[in-house]
C-alpha cells in the first residue's frame, strides 16, 4: 500500500509549474521539497503523468527513505516510468543506493551522493528528472536538501508551504537552484507515526516475501559501514582478559589502533572505560540489523536482514529476496542501521557510531 495515490484534483499552482516545466530547455532537472505529508508524492505523480502524457521521458528519483513508495525501504531509487502511475509503489525501479535507515540524519553524505550517483544515470535517458525528499526540512534535514542543492544544482525546486515556513530553507537553496514555490492543497492528510509506521511494514513485508538465507562469506564480500572486522583478529587469551575484566561474553574482537569488541553482557553492573581505546558493540544489536548488498559500480543490488555471524568463519547468513546471480556480482555487505523483521515490525533504529 502507498501513502500517496494519483489525483488530477489539485490547486492551479501545478499547473503553472507544468508550463515552466514544459517552457524549460531539456534536459531538466527537478528537486520536490516540503514538510512530512505536504503533498511532494502527489505533486510528482501529477507532474509525471501530465508530463509523459505528453511524450516527455521523465526519470523518478525517490529519496524519501522515512517514507518510500518504490522497494526496496532505506534505499534512494531511480525508476523510469513507461506508463501512467496510480502510486509511485508501481514504478518498476532500474538502480537503487543504500542509505541503510528510516532516519537518515546521521547519513547526510550518502543521501546527497547517491542522489547525485542516480541523477547522473539518469541524465541522458530523461528529458525531465525529479527528486522526491523526505519531509525532514528543519535542522540537519535543512542542511541536507542543501547538500543535496549544491550537489545536484536542480533547475527547479518546488517548494510546498502553508504560509512562510519555509522561509530560510528557501534562501539556503536559492544560491544553487531556482525555487517556484506552491501552496500545500488542503486536501492534504497527515498521517500519524503509526499509520506511517504500518505502511512501511507493509513495504518490508513486501519486498522481503519469498526471501530465501543466503550464506555470506565474508572473504570474498566485504563487510562496510561499521568498525567490525577491521584490524588484527584478537586471540583466545585477550578475548578471556576482556571477559574477566567486564565480565562480558566476549564474542569477536579486532585491534587496529584501538580495540573493538563484540559482547554480550552477562551482569547489568556499569564499565567505565575509555571509548577512543574500547568500542563495544553489543551482540543482539546485530541480530535482524539491515544490510545492503551492493556492487563494484557502489550501486545497490538488494536489502538483507542479518541472522547470525560466524565470526571466525567470517560467514554471515542473511535472508534476502537476492538470488545467486545477483549476489554474485556484489562485493560489499553494508551494515544499515535499522534492525527489522520480515513481517515488517521495526525494532529499532541505532545509531551511526553504534556499530
Ligand atoms: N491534492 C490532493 N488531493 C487529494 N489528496 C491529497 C492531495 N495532496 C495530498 N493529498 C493526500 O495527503 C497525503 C499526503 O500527501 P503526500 O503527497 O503523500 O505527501 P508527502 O509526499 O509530502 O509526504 C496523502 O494521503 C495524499 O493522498
Ligand atoms: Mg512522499
Given at each position: 500500500?502507498d501513502?500517496?495515490t494519483?489525483?488530477?484534483?489539485?490547486?492551479?499552482?501545478?499547473?503553472?509549474?507544468?508550463?515552466?516545466?514544459?517552457?524549460?530547455?531539456?534536459?531538466?532537472?527537478?528537486?520536490?521539497?516540503?514538510?512530512?505529508?505536504?503533498?511532494?508524492?502527489?505533486?510528482?505523480?501529477?507532474?509525471?503523468?501530465?508530463?509523459?502524457?505528453?511524450?516527455?521521458?521523465?526519470?523518478?528519483?525517490?529519496?524519501?527513505?522515512?517514507?518510500?513508495?518504490?522497494?526496496?525501504?532505506?534505499?534512494?531509487?531511480?525508476?523510469?516510468?513507461?506508463?501512467?502511475v496510480s502510486a509511485i509503489g508501481e514504478?518498476?525501479?532500474?538502480?537503487?543506493?543504500?542509505?541503510?535507515?528510516?532516519?537518515?540524519?546521521?547519513?547526510?553524505?550518502?543521501?546527497?551522493?547517491?542522489?547525485?550517483?542516480?541523477?547522473?544515470?539518469?541524465?541522458?535517458?530523461?528529458?525531465?528528472?525529479?527528486?522526491?525528499?523526505?519531509?525532514?526540512?528543519?535542522?540537519?534535514?535543512?542542511?541536507?536538501?542543501?547538500?543535496?542543492?549544491?550537489?545536484?544544482?536542480?533547475?527547479?525546486?518546488?517548494?510546498?508551504?502553508?504560509?512562510?515556513?519555509?522561509?530560510?530553507?528557501?534562501?539556503?537553496?536559492?544560491?544553487?537552484?531556482?525555487?517556484?514555490?506552491?501552496?500545500?492543497?488542503?486536501?492534504?492528510?497527515?498521517?500519524?507515526?503509526?499509520?506511517?509506521?504500518?505502511?512501511?511494514?507493509?513495504?518490508?513485508?513486501?519486498?522481503?516475501?519469498?526471501?530465501?538465507?543466503?550464506?555470506?562469506?565474508?572473504?570474498?564480500?566485504?563487510?562496510?559501514?561499521?568498525?567490525?572486522?577491521?584490524?588484527?583478529?584478537?586471540?583466545?587469551?585477550?578475548?578471556?582478559?576482556?571477559?574477566?575484566?567486564?565480565?562480558?561474553?566476549?564474542?569477536?574482537?579486532?585491534?587496529?589502533?584501538?580495540?573493538?569488541?563484540?559482547?554480550?553482557?552477562?551482569?547489568?553492573?556499569?564499565?567505565?572505560?575509555?571509548?577512543?581505546?574500547?568500542?563495544?558493540?553489543?551482540?543482539?544489536?546485530?541480530?535482524?540489523?539491515?544490510?545492503?548488498?551492493?556492487?563494484?559500480?557502489?550501486?545497490?543490488?538488494?536489502?538483507?536482514?542479518?541472522?547470525?555471524?560466524?565470526?571466525?568463519?567470517?560467514?554471515?547468513?542473511?535472508?534476502?529476496?537476492?538470488?545467486?546471480?545477483?549476489?554474485?556480482?556484489?562485493?560489499?555487505?553494508?551494515?544499515?542501521?535499522?534492525?527489522?523483521?520480515?513481517?515488517?515490525?521495526?525494532?529499532?533504529?541505532?545509531?551511526?557510531?553504534?556499530?
Open positions: 500500500m501513502k500517496t494519483y489525483t488530477v484534483d489539485v490547486p492551479d499552482d501545478r499547473f503553472e509549474v507544468l508550463e515552466a516545466i514544459r517552457k524549460h530547455g531539456k534536459p531538466l532537472k527537478l528537486m520536490l521539497v516540503g514538510d512530512v505529508d505536504s503533498g511532494k508524492t502527489t505533486l510528482l505523480m501529477f507532474l509525471l503523468n501530465s508530463l509523459m502524457e505528453e511524450g516527455v521521458d521523465v526519470a523518478v528519483i525517490d529519496s524519501d527513505v522515512g517514507q518510500k513508495g518504490i522497494l526496496p525501504p532505506a534505499t534512494i531509487s531511480l525508476a523510469f516510468p513507461s506508463s501512467e514504478l518498476e525501479p532500474s538502480a537503487h543506493y543504500f542509505i541503510g535507515t528510516t532516519s537518515p540524519a546521521q547519513y547526510v553524505g550518502e543521501m546527497a551522493i547517491g542522489v547525485k550517483k542516480l541523477a547522473d544515470m539518469a541524465s541522458g535517458q530523461a528529458d525531465v528528472v525529479m527528486v522526491d525528499t523526505t519531509g525532514f526540512v528543519t535542522g540537519i534535514g535543512a542542511e541536507m536538501k542543501r547538500l543535496k542543492a549544491e550537489l545536484l544544482r536542480p533547475d527547479f525546486t518546488l517548494v510546498l508551504e502553508h504560509s512562510d515556513e519555509m522561509k530560510s530553507l528557501k534562501r539556503a537553496l536559492s544560491p544553487y537552484t531556482r525555487i517556484l514555490t506552491l501552496s500545500v492543497s488542503d486536501k492534504a492528510r497527515l498521517h500519524s507515526p503509526e499509520e506511517r509506521r504500518a505502511i512501511r511494514a507493509g513495504k518490508w513485508r513486501d519486498y522481503f516475501s519469498g526471501s530465501g538465507v543466503a550464506d555470506v562469506d565474508l572473504r570474498e564480500i566485504v563487510p562496510t559501514g561499521t568498525g567490525l572486522f577491521h584490524g588484527s583478529p584478537l586471540n583466545v587469551k585477550e578475548k578471556r582478559l576482556l571477559a574477566l575484566i567486564f565480565d562480558w561474553v566476549v564474542l569477536a574482537g579486532w585491534y587496529e589502533r584501538g580495540y573493538t569488541v563484540v559482547k554480550a553482557d552477562s551482569g547489568g553492573f556499569p564499565r567505565h572505560f575509555n571509548r577512543s581505546v574500547l568500542h563495544v558493540v553489543d551482540f543482539e544489536k546485530l541480530s535482524n540489523l539491515l544490510v545492503g548488498f551492493v556492487d563494484e559500480s557502489g550501486l545497490c543490488r538488494g536489502l538483507g536482514i542479518l541472522k547470525w555471524i560466524n565470526f571466525s568463519e567470517m560467514r554471515a547468513q542473511v535472508l534476502t529476496p537476492l538470488i545467486e546471480e545477483d549476489l554474485g556480482e556484489v562485493v560489499e555487505m553494508r551494515f544499515g542501521r535499522i534492525r527489522v523483521l520480515e513481517n515488517g515490525e521495526e525494532l529499532g533504529l541505532l545509531r551511526r557510531e553504534e556499530l
